[in-house]
């Protein structure tokens, strides 16, 4: 009976065993992919083109009004059906591909009732099994009617993460526009993850474009999303890094406006959104940033971003819930002491479609 009872366990045990020796090697294969996959963008290098460029000859005025968007569309898989995973939520994608297409066509018409001469787009997909693998970048110039540069900030073959994985990602940040450029590239910002989490995390940037002014100097746009989810070390190292390059463009005697998703509250802002421990919390900018004159142009009458700890669906039509709901204003721009701001307002467009609303800035450019 003893040697039965042994004889059972050696064989329980190696059971064990062989399910432990193929889970290791499973997972050291996939280190490896991942590994070796790993998206590695240069410090600087071209970004893309998509769509007809310079479609005016005309080329930026000064003086003239300049209207701009900035928008984080969320991959159109963050609308009010949707909550995510990292805020508290249980969902890593729309349960199905209608709801991106739905999310899509809204931010489309959105757009077009804000006819605009630029739009700074955030998180927008180009081939991405959470947004089911459709081209959001296509489907804006083609409906925009506009020429796209484009670069990505998040690009992983495979991100095993969480249970179901989020898988394939390529997605990144936009500008689109009607006006000629003379360059445009991808600006690497520091990333704080070490490896392996590098491997399948997001590579931070701005995307830089140059427009030629009839003065000889160049309007300067740099479209960016900052970190969200770090301990608060990397948004720190990334906003000196913005801070660096647009403060250099400005000394070359050039006229910039940075914009986007600063994961980060601004300078001067009222504090009309209380924060929870319990949550999600942005960064605070240094108010030290840039040197007088600069500008932080944001509107905190309407949050610009939502938690999705839970869809907002009941938010929408329940104004208890949509009181208590945690919101935030980490969306806006940075205008060089050369540019005068006309008006600044975030777009109340209710978080349908994305977990962020619209922002909308007027500028002029002074002679």
């Known amino acids: ?31 490896l992919f991942i590994t070796i996959t790993e998206y590695r963008p240069q410090a600087q290098e071209p970004a893309e083109i998509i769509g007809e460029t310079a479609l005016t000859e005309e080329t930026v005025a000064l003086a003239k009004p300049i209207d701009i968007i900035s928008w984080n569309i969320g991959y159109c898989g963050l609308g009010a059906k949707h909550d995510f995973f990292m805020d508290g939520g249980t969902m890593v994608r729309p349960s199905d591909k209608k709801e991106v297409e739905e999310n899509l066509a809204g931010v489309i018409e959105t757009l077009k009732r804000y006819p605009s001469d630029f739009y700074f787009i955030q998180e927008m997909d180009k081939s991405s099994k959470r947004s089911y693998y459709i081209d959001q970048t296509a489907a804006l110039t083609e409906a925009l009617g506009t020429a796209l540069t484009y670069t990505y900030n998040f690009k992983a073959s495979y991100v095993p993460y969480p249970i179901p994985p989020i898988g394939k990602v390529a997605s990144g940040v936009g500008l689109f526009t009607r006006y000629p450029f003379t360059e445009t590239y991808r600006f690497a910002l520091p990333v704080p993850f070490k490896w392996p989490v590098s491997t399948v995390n997001l590579k931070r940037c701005m995307l830089i474009t140059r427009f030629p002014l009839e003065s000889g100097r160049e309007l300067v746009t740099a479209v960016l999303h900052l970190e969200a989810y770090d301990e608060g070390e990397g948004k720190i190292a990334q906003t000196k890094a913005v801070a660096d390059f647009i403060r250099a463009e400005y000394e070359a005697g050039n006229y910039v406006i940075a914009g986007g998703d600063f994961n980060q509250t601004f300078p001067g802002t009222r504090s009309l959104y209380p924060l929870y421990d319990e949550f999600w919390a942005p960064g605070i900018m240094d108010a030290g940033l840039l040197p007088e004159g600069w500008h932080f142009a944001v509107d905190d009458r309407v949050p610009s971003c939502r938690l999705n700890k839970a869809p907002y669906t009941a938010a929408l039509t329940d104004e208890n819930i949509r009181k208590k709901w945690p919101y935030y204003v980490i969306d806006g721009f940075i205008l060089s002491p050369n540019i005068s701001l006309l008006s600044v307002e975030t777009l109340d467009e209710s978080f349908r479609y994305t977990d962020h609303n619209p922002v909308k800035l007027r500028v002029t450019l002074n002679p």
């Open 1 to 31: 009976m003893k040697t039965f009872l042994v004889r059972n366990i050696l064989l329980v045990l190696k059971v064990i065993g062989g399910i432990v020796a193929v889970a290791a090697i499973s997972f050291g294969i996939l280190l």
